[in-house]
C-alpha cells in the first residue's frame, strides 16, 4: 500500500517526516526511508524495518536540511528485499534528487524494458525507479519538464513526492485512485501526506488534496507554489481506502473514513435479514462498521473477541503461515459473554478467507449458538492492481466462490456482503471509485 | 503488578509457560523469565523488554523439562535494574529451586532486615528474594514444610509458584488479593495462571481458582495434587483487578472482567447528570465501560478517539516523560466527528491526572463544545501496597484534591466518579474486596 | 584499498568467497559483500562492517550458486555510506549483473559526468557503478563485448570480477598496478583474488597471476577460460604493496611480500650510520623489515613494543581522532627493556607523521636514551591516485617536510628513509613499478 | 585465567577501571563487570563479551563514583551462564558490597555445601559467591574483621578486591600464588591490578606488588592506607604467568615476563641438539622465547608464520570445535620462506597436543623438510588447580604420553622441552614457584 509525505520550508523538516511516517505506520511496515536536501545534496536513511526502530534522535539528527521526503512501504508479493526500500535517491545530470512513491504503475514492465534496451541500469525491482530513469533520460531543460515528461509515460494509479536540491514536486495521478493531502505546518512550511493522520499528529493544518492529474512545485524558501494540472479524468479515488486501508481518522476528499465505515456498517444492517442478541465486531478492521450497524438495529455492540495488541496487523504480514499463527495469537473470543448467544460478527472485508474461518471457528468454540457473518464492502473478485498489495485470483475465495460457497467455507450460518450499489451508496453516490477488487474495471489500461 | 504461570507434567512446559506470559504481557513489560526443571537441575532465561523479544526457538528449546514457572515484571518506581527480573533461581540444600511472585509483601523491609543481620546477602531489590532466604534457611525437613514456614513468615498479597527438581507448589495469600487460577493442558498437564486470558490462548481447560490461603503441591508424573488450606481470611480481591488491570476477556472468581466494565458503566450512567450528544470511551481503557454506559442511556458510542497500535501501553511505561510523548502519539481525536458536540468522555481511571488533562485538552481543540468525564471507578486517593505500582500520595491527583478541583485540573466541563459503593455493587455486593487505593483500609498489616 | 574475489564452477562459490574476504579483510573492513548466480538471477549480501560481523551461516546459506564475486572495502576520504558498498548488482538488458573493482579510474569524474548528460542516474558514489553503466550502454552484442568496450574507456588502475547468469569475467588495467592472482580449488573450480593469501586459507592452488591488461572469461561448467590481452603497458606494480599494504605470506608477482620487506630492512641496514642496542620493531608494521635490518648488521632484535590485539588496524580507521586514541590503546613499550637504551625502532612508512611522533615519545618516556628511526620506504611526498586511499599533499609529512624537518617534527634523534632506488633495488631491479607517492610520476593521466 | 583492579580516591574510578580491564582483556575474554561505589550505593554492569563491547560511553558515565572494582573472566570448563559473571554485588548487614577474584578456592565445595546446610542460596556457580556469604554472614562486627575472618576459612590461590560504600579491601592468598601490584594514578587515586600492563595505558605509576597473605584496607578520602600481613608461607608465584598467561610488558613480582620468556628461549636453545636454517615462532605465544633462542644461536628468526588477528585467540575459546576451526583462520605458514628447510619452531607449551599438530602438519604441507618443535615450557602434567583453566589429565597430552609419544603424536622430527629445573631458572632460582602442572605438587591442601 505504502505512504508518502514531502516537507518543505521546515527547519525540522525530515523530523516532521518522520512523525508523519510514524502516523501512517499502518499504510507499510516492512520499509522506511527519509530523504533531506539540505539546499546542495540529498542524504537518505532508509531500512527494513518500521519506522521507530528505523530511526533514533542520532541519525534523524544527521539528516539536516528544509526539504524532506518519505516512505513506508509494504512488501508486495515474495519480495521484500533491501534494495527495495524507498525513497530512491540518485545523482543526475540536475543534481541529487530523491523520490518516493505509492500507487502502482501498470505500464511498469513495457516501461522497465524500454530502459533497459536504452542501456539502463536497475539496482532494485521497483517501478519508482522507472521515473527515475525517465527523469533523468529525458532531454527537457529543467527537473519540472522533465518530470511532466516523465509522468507523461505512466499509467497507473500513483502519488509521487520527488525532492531536488531546493524543491519538492508532487503528482497524482489523473483519476486520483491513491490519496495525498496538503497541509501546512505550524512554522509555516508545507506538508504532503497520503493521510491526514498525519497532519493531527504534528498539529498540521488540512489545507486541500492534491487534485487528480496535478503537480505541485514547492520552492525552497518561497511560500508561493506553482499548480499545474497535467491531465484529467472523471476522478476515481479508491474505495479500498475507505473500506479497509486508511485510519479511521483520516478525512479522504473530504469524507471521514470512520463516518463512512460507520455508513457501510448501517447499509449492511439494513439489509440484515436474521435476528442477532448482539453485534461482534472483528477488533480492529471491524469496530466501526459494527457500531453504524448496532446504531441502526438498536441492538447491542459487544466487544467480545479481544484483541491482544501485543502484536502487529494482520493483513499486512508477508507470508501465510505467520498470518495463520498470529489470528490465534491476536483474538481472543469471550465465552462469557458468547455462550449460547446467536450473533453478528462484522469484519470490512474476506480476502482469502482464512482469517474469517478461523474467527467463525473460534467463535463457535466459544458457545455462539449461531453466527452470522455481515462483511462491510462487497465480495472481492478481482486483484487490485493500482497499489493495494491484494492477492491472485486463485487466491481470493470470492472469486473462486459463490456467497453460498464462502458461507460454507467460513461454516458461518449466514454470510451478508454490501453490493458494489451499496458500497458507493455509503461513501456518497456523487463521485465515481476505483472499483477494480469488486467489479473488475480495470479502467487504467495499457 | 506482573504475572506468574507454572506448568507441570507437559513434555512443553516451557512453551506453554512463554504463551502463557505472552498473553499476559499486560501485567508487566519490563522484564520476563523463565525457569525450568529437567528433574535434576534448574535452568533459567531471564531478562528486560517484553516476552516476544526475549525468548526465541532457539533459547526456549535449550529449556526443556516438564516443570516450567514464568514470570512478566512490571517496574516499580524508579528500579528497573536488570537483577530484577524474575524467577530468582537458587542453589540450596534442597538443590536448585526457583520462585515467581506477583504481589507485595508488606513486612518485607522487616524480613529483609532481619535476614540481613542473620548474615543473608540479597543480588536484588525484590521482596521475592526474601522467600527464597526464608525457604533456605528453614529448619524444616522438605521443601514443602520449608516453603510452608516461609509463608508464615509473609503478610502480605502474593501468589507464588516455585519450581524445585521434581515438583511445583503453588501458593495465594489468604485474602487472595492477587488472581491465580487453574487448568489442564491438552496434553494433560497443569497450569496455573495469574490470568484466565493465558489459558484461552493454549486451549488449556480452567479447572477452578486457586483458594485465598491455598497451598497446592503438584509432584512431576503425578495426576494427584496435594491441597492445603494455610490460612483463611474473609478473600478480599482486588477490586483493581476488575477496574483497569486485568485483560477485559479474564474471568477473576467467576466474573467477567468485560461484564463487569460494562456493568461499572452502567452504574455511571445511571448516575450521570448530564447530556451528551454521544460517548466516547479513552481506548482501550474505557472501552467496556462505555459501552455499558451507552447502552443504558440509549446514545450512541464513537470511537471518536483513536488510538495508534504502533506504540506500548501508557501505564506501563517507567518514566513521567515517556508518557507524556506518547499520549500524543497514541491518541487522536476526529474533529469530523466531535465540532460542536456534548461527549461524555469515559475513562477507566484517575491516577495523576496528567492523562486525563491531555485528553480532554486534544479534544477541546478538536472542537466539542462541551466535554464530561465520566470514570468508571472511585477517586484513588491512596497508595496500593498490595502489588500494584500506584503512585505515591503526592502524585495521587485526588488524594491532593477534591472532585471539583481535579474537574478544574482536567479542565473537563463535569466530571463524574463512581462512588465506592457504586463500584463494589457493580462487581458483587455478595463479597468484599481490596479497596485500599479508594478507602486506604490497608488490612494486611504488620 | 580493497581486495576483490571472484569464483566460478563450486558448488560452494559462496563460502570459497566469504573465507577468501575473510584472509583480505586487512585491505579493507569498511563494508563487504558477496554476490552470488544461481544461473539465473544474483543475489547480493552486502553492509557496512567486517566480514565475520556480515555474514553469518544463515546467510551464507542463502546465496547459493556456482559463480560468486565479493569485496572489501575501505573507505575513502569522508564517505563511508552505506550506498558505498560492492559489488554493485544491477538488472540490464543481458539480465542480472554484478561488479566489484579494486583500484581507482583516474578518468571517473569525466566518464560519471558523460553518464550523467546522457541521463544516467548514480545511486552511490563509487567509480564503479560508472563501468556498470558503460556496459549496461554499450551497443555491442553480448556482454563480452560490451565489457571489453568499457574497459576501453577505462583510465587507471583496476581489477574487475563481474557476474553474470553463467559466466565470470576478470579484468586487470594494463599496466597491472593492483594485484590479481588466479587459483584453482579443491573442487576443481577456479578462483581468483587479489592476493594469494587467500588461496592459502582455503587450500587453492595458486596457477598464476592475471597478466596486465588481461581479460578472462569463465564459463559455467566448462573448465577452459578464454584469455584475451586487451592492451599492455610496461608493467608497473604498485610498490605499495610490499611495502605496506599487503599481507607477508601473499606472493605477488613472483615475489614473497615477506622477504621483500626483509630486503628493504636488510638494505636500511646498509646505509644506517648509527649504532644501536638493538633493533624494535614498530608491531605489527614494521616486523619484517625490522627482522631483515637485524639479521644484516646482527645487533638484537627486541619486541620492546608489545601491541594488544584487542583493538584493529591504525591506518584503516576512518577519522584521525580515533586514530589518535588508538596508538594509545594498542602499542605499549617495555620500559624494562628500553631503559637507558640506544634504539633503532623500525616502521614501514611515514604517512602523516602523527603515529610515528607519537610513538617516538612513548618510547622516549619509557627510558630510550636514543632514539633512531628508520623507515622501510622512502619519503611519501605525493598522493596515491590508484586505488589507495593516502592522504592530501597538506596531509603528507615529507609533502611539506624534508627529512630533517620531519625528524624534528616526530623527535627523533636521528631519521633515516630508503630512497627510490633502494626500494625498487629491494623489490627487484628487473621490472618497474608504481611509486607515485614517492616520485609523482602519474603515469596513468587523462 | 580473570583478571582484577580495585581504584580507590579518583573521580575517573570507573573510567580506569574500564581501561584497566581493557588492557587486561587477554586474562579472561567471556565476562566482564565493573562496579562502583559512590559513598553510598554500589552499581554494577556486568554482562558477556569483551570490555569494549559491554562498555561505552553512556553506560560507563552511569558508574559515577571514587571506589570502582572490576573484573575480567575467561570460562572454566562447560560453564560460560550469563550468571557467572563479576563483581558478585550483594547487599548485607553493612550495606552494599561488591567483590572480584581471580583464583581459586580449593576447598569451594566444602564450603560452599557448608554454607548451602547453613541456608545459603547460591545464585551463581563461583567460589567468589562463597566469600560473600562468609562475610555477609560473619559475627565480627566491622567489614574488615568479616573479611579476615572469611579469608582465613579460604584455601586456595586467591586476590580479592573488595568494595563497601567508602573502603577498598585488597587481598592476596598466603603464597602469593597470582600476581597482583599497587600503582598511583596520575590523579592521585590508588590501583591495584592483575597486571602491571594495566597501569602502563593509564600511566599509572608501579609503587609495589602486593604481598602474599597481605590486606590492604584502603578509605575513601585518606591516602594513608592500612597493611596487614594476615599470614605468609614461602612465596610461590604461578610459573605459568611467566610462561603463557601474563603479557609480555607485564612486570610480575620484579620481573619482566618478556625478558624471562625470551631467556627460557635461551635456556632452551642451549640444550637444543640439531642443526636447524631458521627459528619459527608460533605467533604470537612462541615470539618472546624464539628471540631468546636465535639470539643465543645466532641462528635468523624468520616469521615463516603469519597470523591472522582478526580473530582471537586460541586458548581462550570455551569449546574444542571452535579451536579447531580458528587455527586454520588464524595461522599461515609461508611456503616461499620454508620450502625445503630445515626448521625450529618455538611455542610457549604444549596442552592437548591438539594445535602443535596442527600447526606441524601445516608447516610440512608448506615445504619444511625438517621440523623441530621446541617447547619453551616443561611438560604439562597435571591439571592446575590454582585459577588457570588447564584441562583433565585426560585431555593433557603429556599426563598420558612421554616425550617421544607426543612427538609422534604431533608429528614432529623432533620435540624438546625444558626441563622443571631450566624452566626455575630461567625465571630465577632465588625463590620458589607454583608449579603444579610441572610436578603435580599440590602445595595448597585441605
Known sequence: MCAVVGVINSKNASTYAYYALFAMQHRGQEASGISVSNGKNIKTI?????????????????????????????????????????????????????????????????????????????????????????????????????????????????????????????????????PLSLGRLKDGGYIVASETCAFDLIEAEFIRDIKPGELIIFTQGNDQFESIILETKNPRICAFEYVYFARPDSIIEGK?????????????????????????????????????????????????????HYVGRTFIEPTQELRNLKVKLKLNPMRKVLDGKEIVVIDDSIVRGTTSKKIVSLLRAAGASKIHLAVACPE???????????????????????????????????????????????????????????????????
Not at 477488533?283 to 484483541?307: H, N, W
Not at 493495494?388 to 466462490?401: G, R
Not at 463521485?431 to 469488486?438: G, H
Open 46 to 178: 532508509k531500512a527494513k524495518g518500521e519506522v521507530s526502530q528505523i530511526f533514533n534522535p542520532q541519525n534523524l539528527q544527521t539528516l539536516q536540511g528544509e526539504i524532506a521526503i518519505g516512505h513506508n512501504r509494504y512488501s508486495t508479493a515474495g519480495n521484500s528485499s533491501l534494495d527495495d526500500a524507498q525513497p530512491i535517491a540518485a545523482n543526475c545530470a540536475l543534481g541529487d534528487i530523491a523520490l518516493a512513491h505509492n500507487g502502482n504503475l501498470v505500464n511498469k514492465e513495457e516501461i522497465r524494458n524500454q530502459l533497459i534496451q536504452d542501456g539502463a541500469i536497475f539496482q532494485t525491482h521497483m517501478d519508482t525507479e522507472n521515473v527515475v530513469h525517465l527523469i533523468a533520460r529525458s532531454k527537457k531543460e529543467n527537473l519540472k519538464d522533465k518530470f511532466i515528461e516523465s509522468l507523461k509515460s505512466c499509467l497507473g494509479a500513483y502519488c509521487f513526492v520527488l525532492a531536488s536540491k531546493d524543491k519538492l514536486y508532487v503528482a497524482r495521478d489523473p483519476y486520483g485512485v491513491r
Open 256 to 308: 471521514s473514513v470512520y463516518e463512512i465505515r460507520k455508513k457501510m456498517g448501517e447499509t449492511l444492517a439494513k439489509k440484515f435479514p436474521h435476528k442477532a442478541d448482539f453485534v461482534v465486531p472483528v477488533p480492529d478492521s471491524g469496530v466501526s462498521a459494527a457500531i453504524g450497524f448496532a446504531q441502526y438495529l438498536k441492538i447491542p455492540l459487544e466487544m467480545a473477541i479481544v484483541r491482544n
Open 380 to 446: 472481492i473478485k478481482f486483484p487490485d492492481i493500482y497499489g493495494i498489495d491484494t492477492p491472485t485470483f486463485e487466491e481470493l475465495i470470492s472469486a473462486n466462490k459463490n456467497i453460498e460457497e464462502v458461507r460454507k467455507h467460513v461454516e458461518a450460518d449466514s454470510l451478508t456482503f454490501l453490493s458494489i450499489e451499496e458500497l458507493v451508496g455509503s461513501i456518497g453516490n456523487e463521485r465515481q471509485y476505483s472499483l477494480i477488487s469488486f467489479d473488475g474495471d480495470y479502467f487504467i489500461k495499457n
